[in-house]
Every structure is written in C-alpha cells, then in structure tokens.
C-alpha cells in the first residue's frame, strides 16, 4: 500500500529530553551505545575515571541518536529504549521523545526511523568537512505519514490508513530483488503508472537505471520492465530507432508522393513512443523530417502547418 496520509512536521511531536545524571543515580551498568542496527548496545567506549554527571538520561519508549555520520557505511545511529530500564549516554548523544504520545505514538515512530528511506535522507542531509553530522533541527523539519488513531479502548490501538494498491508485478519485484527498498519500488510503481515523481527521486531512480527519458515524461528501464514481464511496455515507450522512423516515412511518401507532418504521424501511430502526448509526438515527426532533410533524404515545400514533405528524386 502506497500511503496517501497528509505529510507531518516531525518537530511538531517531538522535544528534546536534556536531562543529565547529575545525582550520580545512574552508574557504569547503566551506561549504552548505539549501533547502527538502531539498538542500545553495550558501551564500547573505555570509561575509566569518566564522570558519568554530564551523561543524559534515557527514559523508557525515549529516542537517542549520534549527529555524527561519518564512517558508518550509510546508516545513522539511532536507538529506540523499548525496555523499562532506565539508561545514560554519551552527552554527545542527542535524546529526544514524543511530546504527546496520544498525537504519536512513539513506536510508531521508530518505525519511521528504522526504514532505509531514514537512512538516506539522513545521510543527504549531513555536513561538514572533516566530520559530517546530521543536525536535530533538521531532523525536525523532516515531513512523515502520520495515520490517525483511535485510542478510545484502552487495551487497543486502531490504526487507520489510506492508501492505494501497489501494483501486483510491483510488488513481486520487491519480493524478489533484495536491493531496491520500499519507497523505490513505490517510485517505479509510480512512474509505470504515468504520474509524476520529484525532480529528486527521478534523479535517483535514473542514477540507479532504473529508469530513461527526459524528465517529466520518463518510464521504466528495460532492466525493470524485464524484471516485472513488460519488456513489450519498454518498447512502446521508448519508441523505435531513427533509422526504422526513416525507413517508415521513405515508404510512406513513396506511395503519398507528399504529406504533411500530421499526415505522416498517422503512418506512425503506434510507433512513436507512448510515453509522450500528441503535441510532443508531433514535435519528435518534425525533428525526424528536419534530420532527413538535412541529409537531403526529403525537402520541404510551404511552412508551417501547410508545409508538404516528398522525397528528394535522386
């Protein structure tokens, strides 16, 4: 299901939580790290002589994540405390929590950051030049789909979601090839379906090559449409090679004599690429024309919408 939920301000729900060990309550066993499998792990850190009052306190179904992204391999580390315990971490850490766990429930939101679209998003926006952090007001201003719930049943949480159905071959796809997450086989979905996707994600999609064509009007590659069973798809939409447009036209005005351009696009129907819309295809008729009259193939005579196209008798 591709989500349809209204996009929120993740620092609408969320406050820092900057309360540090300063009683010494909290000793050495309560001490943690963070991976990045997103998990309070054991500190890895010496702790010798190290005085534990600056270190902050992370509170039950609390957040805690390291700014600093560099050399963990395209991952953040960002750690969940699902226990009941009670930890401290490193005041370098950032903590932070749900401000109203009515609005947001905080496992739901671990959810969010456990996805791989976190990660990426995560890394795009770090900076820095020896050391590249990702900053938490930036972390804040990340939008997110929040669904709406119903808490009225204390013993249950209704969740409801609005969504559309992802594509059955699409959703084989994701099944079957380990290396393309979630969101990028929503996007593929999408640009199948003939709808627009951000400028960015067709930036991504086309360094990945998954997809060809001039953006706004772009389809899927032949590596995805074979993956998915539509190879014929892929040839619709990217069209024929010049050389097949020229062969067409040659016989076309072998049996009209002359034809204007909207009169050799019929000849063509069907094999001008499906992914553009009538104007554009007329437009790509007139730069064939054009080409093969530079090569002295065809000549022109009129302009504009009158112009009659013939072959040049050799």
Known sequence: MRSTLPQKRIGDYIELSEDKNESDKYNLDDVCGISVDKRFIETKANMRDVNLRPYYIVRPEEFAYVADTSRRGEKIAIAFNDTEETYICSFSYTVFRCQDKNKLLPRYLRLYFEHSEFNRYARFHSWGSARETFDYQIQRDKCFPL????????????????????????????????????????????????????????????????????????????????????????????????????????????????????????????????????????????????????????LVEGTGHKARWSLVNK
């Open 147 to 298: 669904p709406t719930y119903d808490l009225e049943d204390v013993n249950r949480v209704k969740v409801t979601l609005y969504g559309k159905i992802l594509d059955r071959n699409y959703t084989q796809l994701l099944h079957s090839n380990d290396d393309l997450d979630l969101h990028t086989v929503f996007l593929l979905d999408k640009v199948q379906k003939k709808e627009i996707i951000a400028r960015d994600d067709y930036y991504f999609l086309r360094k990945e090559g998954l997809v060809e064509g001039r953006y706004p009007n772009i389809y899927v590659s032949y590596k995805v449409a074979n993956m998915v069973g539509t190879p014929a798809e892929y040839v619709k939409n990217k069209g024929l090679d010049k050389d097949v447009y020229e062969q067409l036209i040659i016989n076309a005005l072998r049996t009209m004599k002359s034809a204007r351009v909207s009169d050799i696009k019929v000849v063509l129907e069907g094999a001008l690429p499906a992914i553009m819309d009538e104007k554009q295809q007329t437009k790509k008729v007139s730069n064939i024309l054009q080409a093969m009259k530079k090569e002295e193939m065809v």
